[in-house]
């Protein structure tokens, strides 16, 4: 009984790796957001406010 539930899981797990969940913009996103966080962190020792910055920096870029 363990194998018909293992069997599917471990297809699935197997077939989602391969998949793409973001596309170039959010990645360019994520990595902008973090790299804020850490700046923000470093000099106002606030990661949201830094990461609020560059997400909203990056999307306000974003829309030619």
Do not use: H, W
């Not at 902008?32 to 609020?52: P, W």
């Amino acid at each position: 009984m363990k194998k018909l539930f293992i069997l599917p899981t471990l297809l699935l797990v197997l077939t989602s790796c391969q998949a793409k969940y973001l596309t170039p913009e959010g990645e360019r996103l994520v990595k902008n957001v973090a790299a804020g966080c850490v700046f923000g962190e470093i000099f106002f020792e606030d990661c949201k406010a830094g990461a609020a910055v560059t997400g909203a920096a990056t999307i306000i870029d974003g829309q030619n």
